[in-house]
């Protein structure tokens, strides 16, 4: 347990380059959640959910060096708070930055609203393994009975 008087980031100096560094706690569907919430992401169950799945829970080599929950590629024609690409994917610079881009996607399409979301995904061309929504509709079921997300 961190002292309550050790906030949330941690700072040291990197070893490497001797510049100021910290460290995250480890992301948590709570914590991510909260996060797509504040960024005005649409259906934040859903996404909280692709999260989950395209990140292998937070634990992907995607995640951990990219910050990229959603799998998404670096966009060439809109707005992205992606820094970049790096190993065929886009790069952020944290997890807050990935929420924020990822609602950054949803705006650039027509809007959810009235609609099916799963079926904006599917015609977004987000998923294209037939399972896929039927995965996400379980992580959001699991996620409601452990009280991550509404």
Not at 1 to 14: H, K, Q, S
Not at 109 to 117: L, N
Request: hydrophobic letters at 35%; glycine letters at 8%.
């Amino acid at each position: 347990m961190i002292a309550p008087f050790m906030v949330a980031v941690m700072v040291y100096l990197n070893p490497v380059n001797g510049r100021l560094a910290s460290f995250d706690p480890p992301m948590t569907g709570g914590r991510f959640y909260s996060m797509l919430v504040k960024a005005g992401v649409k259906h934040p169950e859903i996404a909280l959910a692709q999260a989950m799945l395209e990140s292998g829970n937070f634990k992907s080599k995607l995640f951990t060096e990219n910050h990229n929950a959603f799998g998404m590629k670096h966009p060439s024609n809109r707005s992205t708070t992606s820094t970049g690409e790096r190993n065929g994917y886009a790069s952020y610079t944290s997890a807050w930055s990935c929420a924020v881009d990822y609602a950054m996607w949803q705006s650039s399409g027509k809007s959810p609203v009235g609609e099916d979301y799963y079926a904006y995904l599917v015609k977004r061309g987000y998923c294209k393994s037939p399972g896929y929504i039927k995965a996400l509709k379980n992580v959001v079921s699991m996620n409601k009975k452990r009280g991550v997300s509404p």
